[in-house]
């Protein structure tokens, strides 16, 4: 088994690998199921590690091109061992691995601490080949939760969110020719004690809450753009109609540049569109022979995105696209359904919290994010229900990639005071922006089982502004409001199907939760919590094959248009997931699942 591990995720480090259809993964093996476990007590460890996290070194931590719907040739990445202190306690510094959360085993510190307050420094040197002209950006991929940046001393900017990528330009701040450059970063991170949204985590985990996590957990890197520059996109695309629209984002104070933007099938050259630099570009492509994506055909379209002086470029930036549509529809019988790309669609989801034993909310590596969206490929799921975290872009860019929609959960805070709730709306939006390029997140969700609710109708119709492109569900579980695209039920084990309430289409938003707790080798710890417990695989997916036959009925009675299972992998203590939480074992046989879930995906057709 483990043989089969390191084979399948060492076969990702090309960096444009196929994607390899679920049967082809059973073919090759599958992934071993479990052994009933034993009853004898096992003295939990925090010690728990991955394969990929056993790989791990300060020279090769997290090493992959950060912003892939955005790509320059040049950058400089600033990942690997920092130094680390308490505010109050600065005058004991200790080594940490970034990206790695505090609390996390790959950090090194492997401990929490009293203190939410930390000071982060290392050194940097400007390369060489970097020129004068050259503007140099900072970038983070995510700090938890409010930072403020110094370099060499002098303070460049502050930022408050848990979940959103920041970036400041230090050019004037730096020292250039060789000479070195001290970076500092404060961090304040109250965790569940303050007023930010923060998701599952908590300085008191148990059972479905998790262990916190404090400063720096995604990439930090630097990037040279010219003075003129590129600084975001936003890509629409009208599958429809073949026309694709763009929006460049320009830093620069010049009249008189110009954009071009031009799409490719591979290699194969398609279309270009120029225009003004305050303005959107406009492509349009024969859809006749558009190739639409979905995740049994997730084609991307390339892009090449040029800023132009006198038709010279000036900055050049790459990225991808998709074309797929996502709509409520009537059906035959005048049942609201899920429809995408034009045709009914059963969204068969499984739950997925993002939590690694050794990084916790950061995956030991690419490949560890690869392989979860893999393995949930391999048992025939469409969707992945993203709860309560926003995931670094590569996971974004692997579900564009293998074909794997993503059902976001806005992560939530407490939101009990008017300070919480203005600092969640706002949170929320750019989480929602930062997103908003990739074809595989198809739902917005913005509540969780009524945690934080508030003025839901309010916020469907914010994000609805922001993005009309997507399905928005008010929220999940408890609570409904009636406001949103659909009508969502948690039961566990259930699954227990929505009242119909047309126009909204009808979700079950999980069920499922059965616990077979793993050999004590495979867990975080000796306390175990679940759901429903089984005593063995067997019982585990004759519950499942049980629950299929109930949904095939809703869909053929009730329109039922999707249905999320919980969950992809244990999380600390929570033992409800089809995977041990180091990924080294799967409790299911993996081909039986993904014949289930066919059979029950086929049914809505």
């Known amino acids: 088994l483990f ?34 476990p034993g009853k004898t007590a096992h003295s939990g460890t925090t010690g728990l590690k991955t394969l990929w996290g056993k790989e791990i070194t300060a020279g090769n931590v997290h090493q992959d091109y950060p912003r892939p719907m955005m790509i320059r040739k040049q950058w400089l990445n600033l990942n690997g061992q920092w130094t680390i202190a308490e505010s109050s306690r600065l005058n004991q510094p200790q ?19 009293n203190s939410s307050s930390f000071v982060y420094q290392r050194e940097f040197t400007i390369p060489a080949d970097w020129t004068k002209d050259n503007r140099v950006l900072l970038h983070f991929g995510a700090v938890d939760w409010e930072t403020t940046v110094f370099v060499n001393g002098k303070e460049i900017g502050q930022h408050r969110g848990g979940y959103d990528p920041f970036s400041f330009d230090i050019t004037d701040y730096i020292h250039r020719r060789g000479t070195s450059n001290l970076l500092t970063v404060k961090v304040f991170d109250p965790s569940n004690k303050g007023i930010q949204p923060r998701g599952k985590q908590s300085q008191e985990p148990a059972g479905t809450w998790y262990s916190a996590v404090s400063g720096i957990w995604q990439t930090v890197w ?15 695309p009208d599958a429809d109609n073949g026309v694709l629209m763009i929006y460049p984002f320009v830093s620069s104070s010049r009249k008189g540049l110009t ?31 558009l190739k639409w994506w979905s995740p049994d055909s997730p084609n991307l379209y390339q892009l090449r995105i040029q800023l132009l002086e006198n038709e010279n470029p000036v900055d050049q930036v790459n990225s991808y696209c998709a074309f797929r549509t996502v709509e409520i529809r009537k059906d035959t019988a005048n049942r609201s359904r899920i429809y995408l790309n034009g045709k009914p669609f059963f969204l068969m989801g499984i739950t997925d919290q993002g939590y690694f034993p050794d990084g916790l909310y950061t995956a030991p590596s690419d490949a560890a994010m690869r392989m979860d969206i893999r393995i949930a ?53 750019r989480m929602i922006l930062t997103l908003t390029n990739h074809p595989s997140v198809i ?25 009309p492109y997507r399905l928005v569900n008010g929220t999940s579980g408890w609570r409904d409001t009636g406001s949103g695209d659909l009508n969502v039920h948690h039961k566990f084990p259930g699954p227990e199907m929505p009242a119909d309430d047309a126009p909204r289409a009808t979700v079950v938003g999980s069920f499922g939760g059965f616990t077979l707790v793993p050999p004590a080798e495979n867990r975080w710890t000796s306390g175990t919590w679940g ?75």
């Open 3 to 36: 043989v089969f591990l390191f084979f399948l995720s060492s076969s990702f480090l090309s960096p444009s690998p196929p994607p390899l259809p679920a049967q082809e993964l059973i073919q090759k093996g599958g992934i071993a199921g479990i052994v009933p």
């Open 95 to 113: 080594h940490i691995l970034v990206p790695f959360p505090i609390e996390s085993l790959l950090s090194g510190l492997n401990s929490g601490s």
């Open 222 to 236: 630097l990037e040279p753009v010219p003075q003129d520059y590129i600084r975001s996109i936003q890509i629409f």
């Open 259 to 289: 954009l071009t933007a031009e799409v490719f099938d591979g290699e194969k050259p398609l279309t270009t569109a120029y225009g003004g630099s305050g303005g959107p570009l406009l492509l349009k492509l024969d859809k006749n022979t």
């Open 377 to 429: 490929k391999s048992l025939g799921f469409n969707t992945l229900r993203k709860l309560w975290k926003i995931e670094p872009q590569r996971w974004y860019f692997w579900c564009d990639r293998l074909g794997m929609l993503v059902w976001q959960e806005i992560p939530g805070g407490d939101n009990r005071t008017a300070e919480s709730q203005a600092e969640f709306g706002e949170e929320m939006q």
């Open 443 to 467: 739902v917005w969700s913005v509540f969780y089982e009524g945690m934080g609710q508030h003025k839901t109708s309010e916020y469907v119709d914010l994000v609805r502004r922001i993005d």
């Open 531 to 605: 759901f429903q417990h089984v005593s063995d695989s067997d019982m585990l997916l004759q519950r499942y094959r049980t629950a299929h036959e109930q949904l095939r009925k809703m869909i053929k009675d009730n329109g039922l248009s999707g249905a999320v299972f919980h969950q992809l992998t244990d999380v600390e203590s929570e033992c409800n997931g089809l995977t041990t939480y180091d990924r080294v074992l799967l409790k299911v046989p993996p081909e039986e699942f993904y014949k289930i879930n066919r059979e029950t995906i086929e049914s809505c057709r």
